[in-house]
């Protein structure tokens, strides 16, 4: 079995910066793609950023773009996620998410890890 799972979660005040990182294990696997999502309190689950796994391309939800940065290691299954200038409408859970090849979407998902931004 795959797993996912995420760490670097915590307590900022807004302007801050919090790293992000999530590590898969568990059964080898190709993974067509990694990211991150997020849910606040009351609301759906929305996408965050992604990479896809061959050739590094990058995605960004508009309300994160220029703030966050997605990246991942060069030699295991994890992704990191480097959040500049937060704001209080970042607080969220935030997830951790792979895509397997051959999966139609991101079939593996981490337990979450919280982020809180004050004001």
């Known amino acids: 079995q795959v797993q996912v799972a995420e760490s670097g979660g915590g307590f900022v005040q807004a302007g801050g910066s919090l790293r992000l990182s999530c590590e898969a294990s568990?059964?080898?696997?190709?993974?067509?793609?990694m990211g991150w999502f997020r849910q606040a309190p009351g609301k759906e689950r929305e996408f965050v950023a992604s990479?896809?796994?061959?050739?590094?391309?990058?995605y960004y939800s508009d309300s994160v773009k220029g703030r966050f940065s997605i990246s991942r290691h060069s030699r295991k299954y994890a992704v990191y996620l480097q959040m500049n200038s937060l704001k209080p409408d970042d607080s969220a859970v935030y997830y951790c998410?792979?895509?397997?090849?051959?999966?139609?979407?991101?079939?593996?998902w981490g337990q979450g890890t919280q982020v809180t931004v004050s004001s």
């Open positions: 998410a792979a895509q397997r090849v051959g999966s139609n979407g991101y079939d593996v």
């Open positions: 990479m896809r796994w061959s050739g590094g391309s990058t």
């Open positions: 568990g059964r080898p696997f190709s993974a067509y793609a």
